[in-house]
């Protein structure tokens, strides 16, 4: 019987068979039925008896210890339980009784520890005792079934002595009496009963606790899964697109073969027609003759006598002539048609009608997806050369120059220059370090120059140290507060090495410091001004931030502050409009690249909002993300068309590198882009968790990271920047983290 019922029946349970009200006293004679221990004594005054009585259920006659004395026999402790529970009950219609004022009230709390009622007017004195601080205290009107049931299961007092339950005992662990401590339990391990308790409230806060986490991470689980069903649509909508596009390739080509065949048709009709029409010419030019002939015949015979139709006549001589003549057929064996069929390429068409249009494979789990080699300290693109200048090398000159300058002169053996801008670092002991990354491999001879003038000692030669990729800085985590984030996507840097994050799934923009320190935050979801709803891109300029507020499909412009300066864009499929842009990037006239996702566009603005020009030509791109310009190339990486495109600098297509994948070189939704201080380009390879570097060309050079949660891998990596020093930070949406690779 579950609780609800046996409480809707509990007035069969707590009524004397004898006086039939509530047990008073209830005491269990050893038939184990109950009586009120009232009606017991009238019962035992009635029969004259004291040391037995006889129970008025079953007959039986039992003997009374204790010289007769009734209140010896055991109490019912269940029954007291039920009595206990029954005002809980009845509180909405009678009422309950105040433990401490007795009063009757509706309006009333149980407290589990005490096993008592708590009226509104004496709660706060219960309440307010120390001791009473840990009380488990319920209001009636909050109650639910296993409140009930709890009530009904408290063992108070122990039912072998029927004395208070005071100790736990470890060894047998179950609740005991002092009498039981001392007989049954002796010589076990036992503690006080509210130690036991507070032991076990930990526990169970322990417990809890794990659940919690549990239950946080289904949730984290729940919201993954709804961000892998908004990919996986989008990844059906890139193969329909794909289809698609195939399709109407195939029909175009299919078109173009009926159109030729269409104009040779309407050149062999073109023939035709022109010879049919100087035949009729002719013809009509000879009826014209004949009827000529026809009318002067008339003429002959209708005018002329009879000496003269016998005279000779060349007019007549010819048409005696033509008489034995044969005449021509109207078209014979329809010489102007024959031939002039079309026969069926009845293989092509049954090849086509057979075969399907494509298929599909099962691309590799991403998580499966490693880093071969020995991990990230393989990883290396461009490489570190040092070089040590002593100031005795200086022959008494600055080694910086009136404008603060060292020229570093860097060679390779092809005297070609492979060098980045140097780095100059004081040394303690007077010498000057002088850093810098070489583009490619091979022993380089480095000259210092002060004002033009060689330095004495220079050239050095000089060995290249790897340059490894390998994490140093991890920051942020799942949450709303500032410095976490829920989901976040693009990434730049200032000049000043400061980070701003588009905190996409919290509606807002981050700053921080190169070393992690929050600075500040700004917006929230909307559609006003200042607000975002999933925005994307985000781009320094000028100490501006220009962000792309994808689903308002407009491009927003704040000071670094993050208050709002203006606004560039609407939703529409128009030059100057947007359709769900993504990746944003400035180009080197300052002009604010824009992936125009919706339109599958490259587009590019004024910062005052002027639309300039298209990168490509309609439908270069299937899925856009991000555009950037490093030299005279425009770099773009379209993640429908899972490859690199090149464009010159009037937007041009050049070439493209990369296909669907796992291996080097190959991407499964290639996401954002940048290029290193080596002049690499490094691409964000987020479905199979890695980043991969390549030279300009689209060859591969390396690549870091792998699927999971440790420091140095990712879970789905979105973005990257680059910073003065030429660390790399990159942004990841499944970990909620910004990672730092030196």
């Given amino acids: 019987m579950d609780i609800k019922t046996f409480l809707d029946n509990i007035y069969e349970h707590v009524c004397c068979s004898v006086c039939t009200n509530r047990f008073t006293n209830p005491k269990l004679l050893p038939c184990l039925h109950s009586f009120c221990l009232h009606c017991l004594q009238r019962i035992q005054a009635t029969s004259g008896i004291r040391d037995a009585i006889l129970c008025p259920e079953c007959r039986r006659n039992f003997a009374i210890p204790g010289n007769g004395d009734l209140n010896t026999l055991p109490s019912n402790f269940r029954l007291n339980s039920l009595l206990d529970a029954l005002p809980a009950t009845e509180c909405k219609t009678r009422g309950v009784k105040c433990g401490n004022c007795d009063k009757t009230r509706q309006q009333s709390a149980y407290c589990f520890t005490c096993c008592s009622f708590w009226c509104d007017d004496c709660l706060p004195l219960h309440n307010g005792i120390r001791t009473n601080k840990e009380h488990h205290v319920l209001a009636l009107k909050d109650f639910r079934d296993e409140d009930f049931e709890n009530i009904l299961k408290q063992p108070l007092f122990c039912g072998k002595h029927e004395k ?100 040779e048709v309407e050149m ?10 100087e035949e009729r010419r002719e013809i009509e030019e000879e009826m014209k003759r004949d009827q000529t002939a026809i009318e002067k015949s008339h003429m002959i015979l209708k005018r002329s006598t009879s000496a003269q139709i016998i005279q000779p006549n060349d007019f007549l001589d010819e048409l005696y002539r033509e008489e034995g003549e044969q005449e021509d057929p109207v078209d014979p064996d329809g010489e102007h048609v024959k031939d002039f069929v079309f026969e069926r390429n009845e293989e092509l068409f049954n090849d086509v009608h057979a075969k399907k249009l494509g298929f599909f494979k099962r691309k590799t789990n991403p998580k499966e997806s490693t880093v071969e080699g020995k991990g990230i300290s393989e990883g290396t693109v461009g490489l570190k050369a040092e070089i040590v200048v002593k100031t005795r090398d200086i022959q008494g000159k600055q080694v910086y120059d009136q404008n603060n300058r060292v020229t570093l002169e860097i060679i390779n053996d092809e005297g070609r220059d492979c060098s980045t801008k140097p780095q100059i670092h004081n040394n303690k002991d007077g010498s000057y370090k002088i850093s810098y990354f070489a583009k490619e491999s091979g022993t380089c001879q480095a000259s210092v120059k002060v004002n033009g003038q060689h330095v004495r000692g220079s050239p050095f030669k000089t060995e290249f140290k790897p340059r490894l990729f390998k994490p140093v800085l991890s920051f942020g985590k799942q949450g709303s507060a500032d410095g976490m984030f829920s989901r976040p996507w693009g990434i730049a840097v200032n000049d000043k090495d400061e980070i701003a994050v588009t905190d996409r799934d919290n509606h807002r923009i981050q700053t921080f410091a190169c070393d992690g320190t929050h600075l500040r935050s700004f917006s929230r979801k909307g559609i006003q001004q200042e607000q975002f709803n999933c925005h994307r891109g985000v781009a320094f300029y000028n100490n501006n931030i220009i962000v792309s507020d994808t689903n308002n499909h407009r491009i927003q412009i704040f000071d670094d502050h993050g208050h709002y300066l203006d606004q560039i864009g609407e939703e529409g499929k128009l030059n100057h409009q947007l359709n769900y ?12 690249i824009v992936a125009d996702y919706g339109n599958n566009l490259i587009k590019i603005f004024t910062l005052d909002g002027r639309f300039l020009r298209r990168i490509g030509e309609e439908g270069s791109f299937i899925n856009p993300i991000h555009c950037i310009q490093h030299d005279n190339y425009f770099i773009v990486s379209d993640c429908g068309d899972p490859c690199i495109k090149l464009f010159d600098k009037h937007g041009k297509f050049l070439s493209k590198f990369g296909k669907r994948g796992d291996g080097d070189g190959e991407f499964s939704k290639a996401f954002c ?70």
Wanted: charged fraction near 30%; glycine fraction near 6%.
């Fill in 581 to 592: 842009p993504f990746g944003l990037s400035i180009d080197s006239d300052g002009n604010i």
């Fill in 268 to 277: 062999i009709e073109k023939k035709r027609l022109e010879l049919i029409g």
């Fill in 164 to 263: 208070k339950l005071e100790f736990f005992c470890q060894v047998c662990k179950t609740t005991i009496c002092y009498s039981c401590a001392v007989t049954d339990h002796d010589g076990h391990a036992k503690i006080v009963l509210e130690d036991a308790e507070k032991e076990r409230k930990l526990r169970i806060v322990r417990a809890l606790e794990f659940k919690k986490r549990k239950a946080r991470n289904k949730g984290t689980r729940i919201a993954k899964l709804g961000e892998t069903c908004i990919l996986v649509q989008e990844e059906a909508k890139r193969v329909k697109n794909d289809i698609q596009l195939f399709t109407d390739n195939l029909i175009a080509i299919i078109e173009a073969k009926k159109n030729d065949i269409f104009d």
């Fill in 673 to 742: 882009l940048s290029v290193d201080r080596a002049g690499h380009l490094l691409v964000c390879d987020s479905w199979n968790h890695r980043v991969q570097v390549f030279k300009l060309n689209g060859e591969f050079l390396t690549k870091f990271g792998a699927y999971g949660e440790e420091e140095g891998k990712f879970d789905m990596p979105i973005s990257t920047a680059i910073f003065r020093d030429g660390r790399i930070i990159v942004t990841e949406i499944g970990n909620h983290r910004i990672q730092v690779f030196e």
